[in-house]
């Protein structure tokens, strides 16, 4: 299964990457730093998950998503964000977005939550 993460601050980006690779091997991750990259590699992989972060410059993760519904066999999307209450989670569902977690986050969690993906 490939599962995209998409998230402005390298270092998160490369901690969440991390875990999850040395966890779930048999999973692929890939990473992207705003929504356009994430589009590009979209385009590229058969992705069947994006967790994206809220707000990155270029294209944010709302843009993103409304980007992604829009394709054919659009991705399960996920939006992980620091601004708690910046958000109406029940427009981002309207957007296509299925849920959205808040920073941070438990590594053994999200560990947990993506091993359980199908």
Known sequence: M???FCDDEPIILELYISELEAALPHFNFFRATNG?????????????????????????????????????????????TGYAGTYDED??????????FYKP????WLTEFVGNLK
Do not use: H, R
């Open 91 to 100: 427009t981002l569902k309207k957007e296509g977005i299925k849920k959205v």
């Open 105 to 108: 986050l438990d590594y053994d």
């Open 36 to 80: 356009v990259e994430a589009l590009e590699v979209f385009k590229k992989e058969s992705i069947s998950y994006v967790f994206t972060d809220g707000k990155m410059p270029v294209m944010d993760g709302v843009e993103l998503t409304k980007n992604l519904m829009k394709l054919e066999n659009p991705p399960t999307v996920y939006m992980i």
């Open 2 to 4: 490939n599962i995209l």
